[in-house]
């Protein structure tokens, strides 16, 4: 399975930008990342296929929404009242089979798309 993003781009504070990430087979668990600059990988973001449940990082939550289009095996990052903090390469993330218990980590994850660029100024 392989995994494709898109969706980056250049915004000022308080926009919206809608990520997506198609997947090329079926997959059981998916999530997004993202890596500030000089930062490490950090968790934004999950989606639980079999019960639907959604865990968000709490710098994000109430303004991100993950969701999940199952016929296109896509996934959507939308993204609300965006900060200059939120500027990041932002990756998707997949698990084919099984759901990562410590999800938040990005070493559970096995499936990696290449990354978009979010640039959010203030």
């Known amino acids: 399975v392989q995994l494709q993003a898109s969706g980056g781009g250049s915004v000022q504070a308080g926009s919206s930008l809608r990520l997506s990430c198609a997947a090329s087979?079926?997959?059981?668990?998916r999530g997004w990342f993202r890596q500030a600059p000089g930062g490490e990988r950090e968790f934004v973001a999950a989606?639980?296929?079999?019960?639907?449940?959604?865990y968000y990082a709490d710098s994000v939550k109430g303004r991100f929404t993950i969701s999940r289009d199952n016929a296109q095996n896509t996934v959507y990052l939308q993204m609300n009242s965006l900060k200059p903090e939120d500027t990041a390469v932002y990756y998707c993330?997949?698990?084919?089979?099984?759901?990562?218990?410590?999800?938040?980590?990005?070493?559970?994850?096995?499936?990696w798309g290449q990354g978009t660029l979010v640039t959010v100024s203030s």
């Open positions: 087979g079926s997959t059981a668990s």
């Open positions: 989606f639980r296929r079999p019960t639907r449940a959604t």
């Open positions: 993330a997949a698990k084919t089979y099984s759901w990562p218990v410590a999800y938040y980590d990005h070493t559970q994850w096995t499936l």
